[in-house]
Protein backbone atom coordinates (compact mmCIF):
# COMPACT_ATOMS: atom_id res chain seq x y z
CA UNK A 1 0.00 0.00 0.00
CA UNK A 2 1.63 3.57 -0.90
CA UNK A 3 2.18 5.47 1.85
CA UNK A 4 -0.03 8.74 2.12
CA UNK A 5 1.95 12.08 1.62
CA UNK A 6 1.75 14.31 4.81
CA UNK A 7 -0.37 17.36 4.03
CA UNK A 8 1.50 20.81 4.31
CA UNK A 9 -0.81 23.57 4.98
CA UNK A 10 1.25 27.00 4.38
CA UNK A 11 -0.10 30.28 5.06
CA UNK A 12 0.63 33.48 2.69
CA UNK A 13 1.37 35.84 5.74
CA UNK A 14 1.35 39.56 4.77
CA UNK A 15 1.08 39.96 0.67
CA UNK A 16 3.17 42.62 0.73
CA UNK A 17 6.18 41.25 1.69
CA UNK A 18 8.06 38.33 0.53
CA UNK A 19 5.65 35.26 1.81
CA UNK A 20 5.00 34.66 -2.12
CA UNK A 21 8.22 34.98 -3.51
CA UNK A 22 9.74 32.64 -1.25
CA UNK A 23 7.23 30.01 -1.72
CA UNK A 24 6.77 30.45 -5.25
CA UNK A 25 10.86 29.79 -5.57
CA UNK A 26 10.36 27.20 -3.54
CA UNK A 27 7.55 25.55 -5.25
CA UNK A 28 9.18 25.84 -8.59
CA UNK A 29 10.86 22.77 -7.82
CA UNK A 30 8.32 20.37 -8.65
CA UNK A 31 10.53 18.01 -6.66
CA UNK A 32 8.89 18.65 -3.60
CA UNK A 33 5.45 17.24 -4.44
CA UNK A 34 7.18 13.92 -4.05
CA UNK A 35 7.38 14.36 -0.29
CA UNK A 36 4.35 16.21 0.64
CA UNK A 37 1.29 17.50 -0.72
CA UNK A 38 1.46 21.28 -0.13
CA UNK A 39 -2.19 23.22 0.82
CA UNK A 40 -1.69 27.22 0.60
CA UNK A 41 -4.27 29.69 2.06
CA UNK A 42 -4.28 32.36 0.10
CA UNK A 43 -5.20 33.61 -2.96
CA UNK A 44 -4.31 32.70 -6.48
CA UNK A 45 -4.60 36.30 -8.01
CA UNK A 46 -2.37 37.44 -5.77
CA UNK A 47 0.20 34.62 -6.14
CA UNK A 48 -0.08 35.30 -10.06
CA UNK A 49 0.46 38.94 -9.32
CA UNK A 50 3.70 38.18 -7.27
CA UNK A 51 4.82 35.80 -10.15
CA UNK A 52 4.43 38.70 -12.64
CA UNK A 53 6.25 41.38 -10.74
CA UNK A 54 9.02 39.24 -10.04
CA UNK A 55 9.30 37.63 -13.49
CA UNK A 56 9.36 33.94 -11.87
CA UNK A 57 8.52 30.72 -14.15
CA UNK A 58 4.70 29.85 -13.99
CA UNK A 59 4.06 27.33 -10.73
CA UNK A 60 0.69 25.45 -11.53
CA UNK A 61 -1.68 25.74 -8.90
CA UNK A 62 -4.79 23.09 -8.35
CA UNK A 63 -7.40 25.70 -7.14
CA UNK A 64 -9.96 24.15 -4.09
CA UNK A 65 -12.09 24.70 -2.00
CA UNK A 66 -11.38 23.11 0.63
CA UNK A 67 -8.36 20.97 1.87
CA UNK A 68 -9.67 17.64 1.82
CA UNK A 69 -9.50 18.40 -1.36
CA UNK A 70 -6.46 18.41 -1.91
CA UNK A 71 -4.83 16.49 -4.87
CA UNK A 72 -1.49 14.80 -4.30
CA UNK A 73 1.65 15.28 -6.95
CA UNK A 74 0.13 19.10 -7.17
CA UNK A 75 0.57 22.30 -5.62
CA UNK A 76 -3.12 23.46 -4.25
CA UNK A 77 -4.53 26.18 -3.36
CA UNK A 78 -7.31 28.04 -1.50
CA UNK A 79 -8.55 31.28 -2.33
CA UNK A 80 -9.19 32.98 1.72
CA UNK A 81 -9.51 36.45 0.68
CA UNK A 82 -11.13 38.59 -2.12
CA UNK A 83 -10.44 38.81 -5.55
CA UNK A 84 -10.21 42.58 -5.29
CA UNK A 85 -7.54 42.21 -2.40
CA UNK A 86 -4.90 45.14 -3.57
CA UNK A 87 -1.58 44.39 -2.89
CA UNK A 88 1.12 47.36 -2.09
CA UNK A 89 4.30 46.21 -2.14
CA UNK A 90 6.93 46.84 0.77
CA UNK A 91 3.95 48.54 2.83
CA UNK A 92 2.54 47.49 6.00
CA UNK A 93 -1.44 47.87 5.19
CA UNK A 94 -4.81 47.01 7.05
CA UNK A 95 -5.82 44.76 4.03
CA UNK A 96 -2.68 43.25 4.31
CA UNK A 97 -3.14 42.38 7.87
CA UNK A 98 -6.69 40.98 7.14
CA UNK A 99 -5.70 38.71 4.29
CA UNK A 100 -2.96 37.02 6.22
CA UNK A 101 -5.14 36.77 9.42
CA UNK A 102 -7.77 35.39 7.16
CA UNK A 103 -5.49 32.52 5.79
CA UNK A 104 -4.36 32.00 9.14
CA UNK A 105 -7.28 31.39 10.17
CA UNK A 106 -8.99 28.84 7.97
CA UNK A 107 -5.23 27.01 8.29
CA UNK A 108 -5.76 27.06 11.76
CA UNK A 109 -9.44 25.86 11.63
CA UNK A 110 -8.62 22.85 9.44
CA UNK A 111 -5.61 21.64 11.68
CA UNK A 112 -8.75 21.09 14.17
CA UNK A 113 -10.69 19.11 11.73
CA UNK A 114 -7.18 16.87 10.99
CA UNK A 115 -7.42 17.73 7.49
CA UNK A 116 -3.75 19.25 7.19
CA UNK A 117 -1.07 17.26 9.12
CA UNK A 118 1.36 20.32 9.87
CA UNK A 119 1.38 23.95 9.32
CA UNK A 120 4.30 26.30 7.80
CA UNK A 121 3.83 30.04 8.37
CA UNK A 122 5.06 32.82 6.01
CA UNK A 123 5.97 36.08 7.86
CA UNK A 124 3.29 38.29 9.24
CA UNK A 125 3.21 42.07 10.05
CA UNK A 126 2.66 41.84 14.02
CA UNK A 127 1.25 45.17 14.03
CA UNK A 128 -1.42 45.11 11.00
CA UNK A 129 -2.82 41.71 11.41
CA UNK A 130 -4.24 42.65 14.94
CA UNK A 131 -8.10 42.70 14.79
CA UNK A 132 -10.72 41.48 17.59
CA UNK A 133 -10.22 37.69 16.96
CA UNK A 134 -5.79 38.20 17.17
CA UNK A 135 -4.90 40.63 20.00
CA UNK A 136 -1.00 38.39 20.39
CA UNK A 137 2.47 39.50 19.63
CA UNK A 138 2.79 36.77 17.21
CA UNK A 139 2.32 33.44 15.59
CA UNK A 140 3.89 31.69 18.73
CA UNK A 141 1.26 33.09 21.25
CA UNK A 142 -2.17 32.85 18.83
CA UNK A 143 -1.15 28.87 18.11
CA UNK A 144 -0.68 28.51 22.20
CA UNK A 145 -3.99 29.83 22.73
CA UNK A 146 -5.28 27.64 20.21
CA UNK A 147 -3.39 24.20 20.87
CA UNK A 148 -1.56 24.34 24.18
CA UNK A 149 -2.76 21.80 26.88
CA UNK A 150 -4.27 23.34 30.29
CA UNK A 151 -1.40 24.66 32.03
CA UNK A 152 1.27 24.89 29.61
CA UNK A 153 3.30 26.87 27.55
CA UNK A 154 4.49 26.92 23.96
CA UNK A 155 8.24 27.70 23.17
CA UNK A 156 10.03 29.01 20.37
CA UNK A 157 12.62 26.96 18.87
CA UNK A 158 15.01 28.52 16.44
CA UNK A 159 17.25 26.06 14.60
CA UNK A 160 19.14 24.81 12.27
CA UNK A 161 21.37 21.77 11.60
CA UNK A 162 23.92 23.12 14.16
CA UNK A 163 21.58 25.02 16.22
CA UNK A 164 18.67 25.02 18.30
CA UNK A 165 18.16 28.15 20.21
CA UNK A 166 14.94 28.21 22.79
CA UNK A 167 13.94 31.60 24.88
CA UNK A 168 12.24 31.37 28.28
CA UNK A 169 10.84 35.03 27.27
CA UNK A 170 9.18 36.18 23.90
CA UNK A 171 7.87 38.89 22.26
CA UNK A 172 7.77 41.05 25.11
CA UNK A 173 9.65 44.36 26.11
CA UNK A 174 13.30 44.32 27.19
CA UNK A 175 12.37 46.35 30.48
CA UNK A 176 10.03 43.46 31.72
CA UNK A 177 12.22 40.60 30.96
CA UNK A 178 13.65 40.90 34.77
CA UNK A 179 10.75 40.39 36.05
CA UNK A 180 8.93 37.81 34.11
CA UNK A 181 12.54 35.09 34.60
CA UNK A 182 11.52 32.90 37.36
CA UNK A 183 12.66 29.53 38.84
CA UNK A 184 9.01 28.01 38.09
CA UNK A 185 9.03 29.38 34.09
CA UNK A 186 12.75 28.21 33.52
CA UNK A 187 12.11 24.69 34.93
CA UNK A 188 9.12 24.88 33.00
CA UNK A 189 10.58 25.74 29.93
CA UNK A 190 13.66 23.94 30.34
CA UNK A 191 11.23 20.50 30.71
CA UNK A 192 9.31 21.38 27.31
CA UNK A 193 12.80 21.79 25.75
CA UNK A 194 14.14 18.85 26.95
CA UNK A 195 10.74 16.57 25.87
CA UNK A 196 10.62 18.27 21.96
CA UNK A 197 14.21 17.48 21.60
CA UNK A 198 13.36 14.10 22.92
CA UNK A 199 10.30 13.58 20.90
CA UNK A 200 10.68 15.96 17.99
CA UNK A 201 13.68 15.70 17.28
CA UNK A 202 14.90 11.90 18.37
CA UNK A 203 17.76 13.65 21.08
CA UNK A 204 17.49 11.02 23.77
CA UNK A 205 19.50 12.22 26.50
CA UNK A 206 19.92 16.41 25.02
CA UNK A 207 22.72 18.68 27.00
CA UNK A 208 20.96 21.91 27.17
CA UNK A 209 23.12 25.01 27.80
CA UNK A 210 21.81 27.94 29.45
CA UNK A 211 22.58 31.48 29.11
CA UNK A 212 23.22 33.91 32.17
CA UNK A 213 20.81 36.88 32.55
CA UNK A 214 23.18 39.28 33.24
CA UNK A 215 26.86 40.20 31.51
CA UNK A 216 29.59 38.00 32.54
CA UNK A 217 26.69 35.93 34.19
CA UNK A 218 26.72 38.26 36.89
CA UNK A 219 30.51 38.60 37.68
CA UNK A 220 29.60 36.95 41.23
CA UNK A 221 26.84 39.34 42.00
CA UNK A 222 28.93 42.33 41.05
CA UNK A 223 26.74 42.95 37.97
CA UNK A 224 23.08 41.49 39.15
CA UNK A 225 22.05 38.32 41.68
CA UNK A 226 19.64 36.58 39.35
CA UNK A 227 22.09 33.84 38.31
CA UNK A 228 22.45 33.03 41.86
CA UNK A 229 19.03 33.55 43.18
CA UNK A 230 16.97 32.32 40.55
CA UNK A 231 18.87 30.98 37.38
CA UNK A 232 21.21 28.08 39.11
CA UNK A 233 18.67 27.09 41.27
CA UNK A 234 15.95 26.53 38.33
CA UNK A 235 18.83 24.52 36.95
CA UNK A 236 19.14 22.58 40.27
CA UNK A 237 15.75 21.97 40.09
CA UNK A 238 15.63 20.56 36.69
CA UNK A 239 18.37 18.33 37.05
CA UNK A 240 16.32 16.60 39.86
CA UNK A 241 13.61 15.93 36.89
CA UNK A 242 16.77 14.13 34.94
CA UNK A 243 17.27 17.03 32.67
CA UNK A 244 20.81 17.71 31.80
CA UNK A 245 21.40 21.45 31.52
CA UNK A 246 24.66 23.74 31.95
CA UNK A 247 25.88 26.88 32.86
CA UNK A 248 24.77 29.66 33.03
CA UNK A 249 27.15 30.64 30.36
CA UNK A 250 27.58 34.33 29.77
CA UNK A 251 26.03 34.99 26.17
CA UNK A 252 28.52 37.04 24.20
CA UNK A 253 31.70 34.24 25.43
CA UNK A 254 29.38 31.31 24.89
CA UNK A 255 28.73 32.46 21.15
CA UNK A 256 31.89 34.17 20.33
CA UNK A 257 34.17 30.26 21.60
CA UNK A 258 31.63 28.29 19.69
CA UNK A 259 30.77 26.81 22.59
CA UNK A 260 26.85 26.26 21.07
CA UNK A 261 28.36 23.21 19.51
CA UNK A 262 28.89 21.37 22.35
CA UNK A 263 25.47 21.15 22.97
CA UNK A 264 21.93 20.42 21.55
CA UNK A 265 19.96 23.05 22.62
CA UNK A 266 20.71 26.84 24.14
CA UNK A 267 17.99 28.16 26.76
CA UNK A 268 18.31 31.71 26.42
CA UNK A 269 16.23 34.46 28.76
CA UNK A 270 15.36 36.76 26.00
CA UNK A 271 14.17 37.35 22.38
CA UNK A 272 17.59 39.28 21.18
CA UNK A 273 19.94 37.58 23.87
CA UNK A 274 19.42 34.31 21.41
CA UNK A 275 17.92 35.49 18.06
CA UNK A 276 20.44 38.14 17.53
CA UNK A 277 23.70 35.63 17.51
CA UNK A 278 21.47 32.91 16.08
CA UNK A 279 19.93 35.17 12.94
CA UNK A 280 23.94 35.79 12.33
CA UNK A 281 25.17 32.23 12.10
CA UNK A 282 22.08 30.48 10.44
CA UNK A 283 19.77 33.57 8.75
CA UNK A 284 19.75 31.47 5.51
CA UNK A 285 18.95 28.51 6.13
CA UNK A 286 17.00 29.27 9.81
CA UNK A 287 13.32 27.80 11.00
CA UNK A 288 11.39 29.28 13.47
CA UNK A 289 9.60 26.33 15.42
CA UNK A 290 7.10 26.57 17.98
CA UNK A 291 7.70 23.48 19.78
CA UNK A 292 5.06 22.55 23.25
CA UNK A 293 2.21 22.56 21.27
CA UNK A 294 -0.48 19.53 20.04
CA UNK A 295 0.36 20.30 16.24
CA UNK A 296 3.68 20.87 14.29
CA UNK A 297 4.30 24.92 13.07
CA UNK A 298 7.32 25.90 11.92
CA UNK A 299 8.15 29.05 9.95
CA UNK A 300 11.01 30.54 8.08
CA UNK A 301 13.50 32.90 10.38
CA UNK A 302 12.95 36.17 8.40
CA UNK A 303 10.52 38.72 8.59
CA UNK A 304 8.07 40.51 5.84
CA UNK A 305 11.40 42.27 4.18
CA UNK A 306 9.12 45.06 2.87
CA UNK A 307 12.50 46.35 1.94
CA UNK A 308 13.38 43.75 -1.01
CA UNK A 309 9.77 42.95 -1.87
CA UNK A 310 9.13 42.41 -5.51
CA UNK A 311 13.01 42.99 -6.00
CA UNK A 312 13.33 39.40 -6.90
CA UNK A 313 16.29 39.17 -3.96
CA UNK A 314 14.50 37.28 -1.52
CA UNK A 315 16.24 33.35 -0.95
CA UNK A 316 13.82 31.10 -0.80
CA UNK A 317 16.02 28.43 1.65
CA UNK A 318 14.87 29.19 4.99
CA UNK A 319 11.13 28.67 3.50
CA UNK A 320 12.55 25.57 1.80
CA UNK A 321 13.85 24.26 5.60
CA UNK A 322 10.70 25.39 7.27
CA UNK A 323 8.77 22.53 5.05
CA UNK A 324 11.45 20.21 5.36
CA UNK A 325 11.71 20.54 9.11
CA UNK A 326 7.91 20.58 9.50
CA UNK A 327 7.66 17.14 7.76
CA UNK A 328 10.66 15.83 9.92
CA UNK A 329 9.70 16.51 13.36
CA UNK A 330 5.82 14.98 12.08
CA UNK A 331 7.41 11.68 11.45
CA UNK A 332 9.57 11.93 14.86
CA UNK A 333 6.72 12.59 16.71
CA UNK A 334 5.08 9.47 14.82
CA UNK A 335 7.57 6.95 15.42
CA UNK A 336 8.23 8.48 19.00
CA UNK A 337 4.36 7.62 20.07
CA UNK A 338 4.67 3.95 18.56
CA UNK A 339 8.07 3.72 20.54
CA UNK A 340 6.23 4.93 23.81
CA UNK A 341 3.32 3.35 23.26
CA UNK A 342 3.28 0.41 24.76
CA UNK A 343 6.90 0.17 26.84
CA UNK A 344 8.35 -2.92 28.40
CA UNK A 345 7.56 -3.25 31.78
CA UNK A 346 10.77 -3.48 33.66
CA UNK A 347 11.32 -6.22 36.43
CA UNK A 348 13.34 -5.40 39.36
CA UNK A 349 13.78 -8.95 41.92
CA UNK A 350 14.45 -8.78 45.65
CA UNK A 351 17.43 -9.30 47.37
CA UNK A 352 16.38 -12.64 48.82
CA UNK A 353 16.59 -14.05 44.88
CA UNK A 354 13.12 -15.84 44.70
CA UNK A 355 12.73 -13.44 41.33
CA UNK A 356 9.42 -12.36 42.66
CA UNK A 357 8.47 -9.56 40.01
CA UNK A 358 7.64 -5.93 41.37
CA UNK A 359 5.37 -3.74 39.80
CA UNK A 360 6.14 -0.47 38.26
CA UNK A 361 3.73 2.21 38.54
CA UNK A 362 5.23 4.65 35.80
CA UNK A 363 8.03 4.52 33.04
CA UNK A 364 9.73 6.93 30.90
CA UNK A 365 7.03 6.11 28.27
CA UNK A 366 4.44 8.12 30.49
CA UNK A 367 6.37 11.23 30.86
CA UNK A 368 3.99 13.90 31.34
CA UNK A 369 5.12 17.98 30.90
Known amino acids: MEEQLIKVGITHGDINGIGYEVILKAFSDN ?3 EICTPVIYGS ?21 NRAADAGSSRINIINCVGEDTKVDLGQPTSIAGEAAYKALEQAVCDLKDEVIDVLVTAPINKHTIQNEQFSFPGH ?11 GRKALMILMNDILKVALVTGHIPLAEVPAKITVEDIVSKLRTFNHSLKQDFGIVRSRIAVLSLNPHAGDSGLLGDEENTIIIPAMQEAEKRDIMCFGPYAADGFF ?6 KFDGVLAMYHDQGLAPF ?33 NQASEESFRQALYTAIDIYRNRQNYRQATANPLRKQYFDKGGDNEKLDLTQDEGSETL
Open 256 to 261: GAGLFE
Open 44 to 64: SKVAAYHRKVLELPSVNMNII
Open 140 to 150: TEYLENNFSGP
Open 279 to 311: KTLAMENGVNYTAGLSIVRTSPAHGTAYNIAGQ
Open 31 to 33: RLT
